[in-house]
């Protein structure tokens, strides 16, 4: 290619475009008739992107657009102005259509943008949230997945092939190696029926995962254990809610065992906030789980027949997984969590590609390989498990159907309610493990029968803590930051 004189002209009209004439002039030092040249193609390079046509792709400023919308269909979007700097569109206009809401998603999606529709004719801009469907196209997927079996043999034969895969997805094939440190503990706290210690276990070298064990008193021979992971709420398992729950299952007489997400309570001693929000972490808290049912399925006064999990919220979304994945699991009741169309709002939950496993699965799919042991879903009116008992629900009664115990899975939907862990969401957990694990409801219920958690005493959160009310008895090789952890996979795998 000949390069001449004006080879550099591209350039010095990127700048222009950015810069007035008088200081492209002043920093370029042209000869008169190179900056003739110049001035001819930076006002064509101008007329050019304001004159809609093939030559510039009908390309328009985002915002622009937006304008244009609101004007044409008289509605308002909301927007910051972060979400639409130097965001352009191309064949802007030949994207509209006569509705407003095929106008939107056709403006958007190539800018893997979308809107909430916040009332009739108010919409709201946001990234695209790529794991949030329409539930007509959730449920459309799903009953795409379950044609790929008809009976117990073929839906076996599809477990056998997606459950490898988490692990390979999770880089979890191989597991790491299971260390040998002892669990780190602090003293009992005894209270009414129950008693408390706080556990930290070490998951990778350097690396813990923490919580606080509810265990009822006056143990006599084996008892089961309910794992109680926590959600995305303020204040994490220090919540009254979360201490509520674990106290008055001990007080039915089971161990719960509520702990930390990856970079979420205690754990945040090592990483940030932030760190939580990074693929690697669903990775993380899911060797947390398996660790933990290591260490609890050692102890002599667990019933392994008896290991269940229950968690809200994003919590509930780890407790499919890790029943999926688990066998040692044997009752898992996910609360406010599943749905066919709504993958989980954080990559703690969704950030590696499980959904990819199998040639692609959902979160409904995953909470069928729980069959056929017991599963109460909990679900209410307000997020998305709204719809759980229209579409969902059946198909996973179909699925129990198929070891001819569909009555083994249970739907109780609170359609007032909202997406939290409040007390009615407890008690139908409650009802479940009386039901299928056999607990003392009697120790925790009045004269009338009904469920009372007054006897509960509610620490404070440092009382919760397993290293110290500063993070002061932290071991001396605990990993520090994120970068250090990604140190301890293979070096590609979390890029």
Known sequence: MRVGKFAFIPTVISTA???????????????????????????????SAQTQNTDNLYKKPLVDVLKEIQTRFNVQIKYSEPQVKDKWLNYAEWRFRADVDETLTNVLAPLDMKVNKEKPGVYKLKEYEY???EPKDGWAYLDTLAKKYSDKSSWEKRKAEIKPELYKALLLSPLPAKLNSKPITTAKRVFDGYSVENIALEILPGVWINGSLYKPLNVKGRIPVILSPDGHWEKQRYRA???????TIARMGAMAFSYDLFAWGESMLQFKYEDHRRSLAQTVQTLGGIRILDYFSSLKETDTSRIGISGGSGAGSHSILMTAMDDRIKLSAPVVAMSSYFYGGCPCESGMPIHQCGGGTDNVELAAMAAPRPQLLVSDGSDWTAHTPEHDFPYLQKMYGYYGVSNKVENVHLPSEKHDFGINKRIALYDFLIKNFKLNGSLVKDKAGKYDESKVTIEKENALYVFGDKGEKLPKNAVMGFENLEKLFPLNATR
């Open 17 to 47: 475009m950015e810069k007035s004439f008088k200081s492209v002039s002043q920093s370029s030092k042209l000869s008169a008739k190179t900056m003739g040249i110049v001035i001819f193609l930076l006002l064509f390079t101008k007329l």
């Open 241 to 247: 809610d979360c201490q509520l729950r674990c106290a």
């Open 131 to 133: 794991y949030r469907w």
